[in-house]
């Protein structure tokens, strides 16, 4: 789900689903409920952190990686204690 920032106008032809919603007129499609607020406040959240010096240029690709990481473990309701002790069994096998 995006808005209709021209670059997105390939997106179907890549293979992906692609919904749109037209901020000039509102911010979540009243017909089809198509809105971006989730990615822009997790976008804010990201840039205030960057912004503050917690994120060095060298740690991006981590801080984003442990940032989808625990958003996911939010959104499922999982404990992320218990969600890191389940990713270490799997990555040494026990």
């Known amino acids: 789900m995006t808005d209709e920032w021209g670059a997105y106008n390939n997106l179907k032809n890549l293979g992906y689903y692609h919904s749109t919603v037209c901020h000039k007129k509102y911010f979540v499609d009243p017909r089809s409920g198509v809105n971006t607020q989730r990615i822009e406040n997790s976008w804010l959240h990201l840039k205030k952190k960057i912004r503050n010096g917690g994120v060095t240029p060298e740690r991006l690709e981590h ?26 069994k799997i990555y040494y096998s026990i």
């Open 63 to 88: 801080h984003l990686a442990e940032y989808s990481w625990k958003y996911k473990q939010k959104r499922n309701n999982n404990n992320f204690f218990e969600a890191f002790l389940d990713l270490l």
